[in-house]
C-alpha cells in the first residue's frame, strides 16, 4: 500500500524567508506525485506535478518541488514566500497500478509572517 | 469552465439521521473520486467512479456508505445511519483522463453530533 509522510505539521516563518515542505512516500512502483494546497477558505488547487522527465518541477506561484527517486522525496520548496503563501500545503502520490487514487500526507499548515 | 461542485457546503444532523451529500464533477469527466478528511487526520480516498460504474470502492469505511452515479454525470454519497466518527470534511474530485489532475471541489463539512 502507498503512504505518504510529510515531516512538518506547521511552519511559521516570515516574509521573504525560504520555505522547504518534506515529503517522503512509500511506494515500490511507479508513481506520480503532486502538490497540493488549500488557501484559507479557498477549494484544494495544483500546485505542481510530476509524472515523468525532469525531476525538477516548477509549478505555480513561483514553486518547485524535486523529485529524488533514491530517497523516495518530493520536497517543495519556494525560495522567497509571501504573505498571501499563508495556507496548507498537501503532497500526494498515485499510481496506475493501485487504481489511480491519491494518498495524502497530514498536511503541513504554512503561516508566513508579514 | 465551471469548476467541481459539492452541495451542501455544510451539513450538521443528530446521530442515527441519514444525509445526502452531492458532487457535481466538471463536465465531461469521466472520474469522480470522493475523498474524506476526518479533522486532525490526513485526506482518505473513499472511491472511485469511471462513468457510472465503480471503479474502486476499497476506500469505503462501512456499509453504511453508499455511493451513486446514475447516468455517469453528478454523484451522491449517503451515509445511514450517520455516526459521530463521521463528522469530517468530504471532498470530491473529477479528472479528465485516469492519470492526469484531479479537480477538486470545495467539500461538504459534515457535523454528526
Known amino acids: 500500500a502507498q503512504s505518504v509522510s510529510q515531516h512538518n505539521h506547521h511552519v511559521i516563518l516570515s516574509e521573504a524567508a525560504s520555505l522547504e515542505l518534506g515529503c517522503n512516500y512509500s511506494?515500490?512502483?511507479?508513481?506520480?506525485l503532486f502538490w497540493y494546497v488549500q488557501y484559507p477558505g479557498q477549494h484544494l488547487q495544483l500546485l505542481l506535478k510530476?509524472?515523468?522527465?525532469?525531476?525538477l518541477v516548477k509549478g505555480i506561484k513561483g514553486f518547485e518541488a524535486e523529485f529524488i527517486k533514491s530517497k523516495f522525496s518530493f520536497n517543495l520548496r519556494k525560495p522567497s514566500v509571501q504573505w498571501s503563501d499563508t495556507a496548507e500545503y498537501f503532497c500526494a502520490v498515485n499510481a496506475a497500478a493501485a487504481g489511480n487514487k491519491l494518498t495524502f500526507g497530514g498536511g503541513t499548515r504554512v503561516l508566513v509572517k508579514p | 469552465e465551471a469548476g467541481v461542485t459539492q452541495f451542501p457546503s455544510h451539513s450538521v444532523i443528530e446521530k442515527g439521521q441519514t444525509v445526502t451529500l452531492r458532487c457535481d464533477p466538471i463536465s465531461g469527466h469521466d472520474n469522480l473520486y470522493w475523498y474524506r478528511r476526518v479533522m486532525g487526520k490526513e485526506i482518505k480516498f473513499l472511491l472511485h467512479f469511471v462513468k457510472e460504474s465503480k471503479q474502486d470502492e476499497s476506500g469505503m469505511p462501512n456499509n453504511r456508505f453508499l455511493a451513486e452515479r446514475t447516468g455517469g454525470t453528478y454523484s451522491t454519497l449517503k451515509v445511514q445511519p450517520a455516526e459521530l466518527e463521521d463528522s469530517g470534511v468530504y471532498f470530491c474530485a473529477s479528472s479528465q483522463l485516469l492519470v492526469g489532475e484531479q479537480y477538486f471541489g470545495p467539500g461538504t463539512r459534515l457535523t454528526v453530533t
Open positions: 511506494y515500490g512502483g511507479t508513481v506520480n
Open positions: 510530476y509524472f515523468s522527465g525532469d525531476p
